[in-house]
Structure formats: C-alpha cells, structure tokens
C-alpha cells in the first residue's frame, strides 16, 4: 500500500473513530441536561478556575457567537456566572456557581472513567504513543 492510500485510511480511520467517540461523549453529557459544548466549558472551569471568555472559546473550539450562547445557556441554568476581569476591565470571566461546581464536581469522576474507558484496548505505552503521534498530525497540520 502507498504512502498516500495509508495516510487516506488512517484519517479516514480517525474521523470514524472521532465520530465514535462523540457519541459516546454527546450521550454522556445529556443524561446531565447539557450539551458537549457546555460540558466542555463547565469541564474547563472546573479544571482550570475562572477563565476569560475568549480562553473559553479557543480552548473548546467554537465560534465567537456560539461561546456566547452557551454562555448564556449556562448562566439561564444557574451553573455560571460573568463577571469583570479585577486585572483588565474590559475582559469578562465566567466561573462556576455553587451548584454548577456542585453538579461538574459529581459527573465528572463518573466521566472521566467512561473516557479512560474508551482507550482500554491500548497498553499504557501504546496510549502515550498515540497521544505523541496526535500532537505530530495537529502540530504538523496546523503549521500547512
């Protein structure tokens, strides 16, 4: 097999896989009442504290006037809130309510083994293999 028909079926093995993978996510994220986005975002805040909303929208992967709609789906559930940056007023910060830590800090242990158990058919090695060799195709795609 060339290299090309390789590099055809490994990406075409990727978004399969990807797709899989989403779904699973998706389902999950649901039985919470939430979306994939605003559990990613409720995922980020818990992980990494406050965040300023445009950190929130380069670190999920979403357009501009989707971060604000989930945003406000977020705050509408009482799970967030936005507030002024005390080091720049001009920047907004959105965080976690009480009830949005309470309700990320109960799912996500129960989320974060469903993932780790999505990679059981990979060794140890073979997991931090494939982490290594996604970085190379997305450093490598993003420089083209």
């Given amino acids: 097999m060339t290299r090309m ?13 990807n797709d899989i993978l989403e779904k699973v996510v998706k389902n999950d994220a649901q039985q919470y ?48 809130i936005r507030k002024r940056d ?20 109960k799912i996500f242990p129960p989320h974060s083994e469903l ?3 999505l990679f059981t058919a990979l060794s140890d090695e073979e997991l931090s293999a494939f982490r290594e060799m996604l970085k190379k195709i997305s450093a490598s795609a993003h420089n083209s």
């Avoid at 028909?5 to 896989?17: D, N, P």
């Avoid at 380069?58 to 971060?67: C, D, F, G, P, Q």
């Avoid at 959105?94 to 009830?99: R, S």
């Fill in 86 to 105: 005390e080091n720049d007023r001009r920047s907004m910060k959105a965080a976690l309510t009480e009830e949005g830590e309470s309700l990320i800090a």
């Fill in 5 to 17: 028909e390789e590099s055809l079926k490994a990406f075409v093995g990727i978004k399969r896989t």
């Fill in 115 to 117: 993932l780790a158990g």
């Fill in 33 to 80: 009442g939430l979306n994939i986005s605003e559990f990613a975002v409720m995922e980020l805040l818990f992980n990494k504290g406050p965040q300023p909303i445009n950190r929130i929208q380069e670190r999920i992967l979403i357009a501009n006037s989707s971060t604000t709609y989930i945003l406000d789906k977020l705050q509408q559930k009482g799970y967030i």
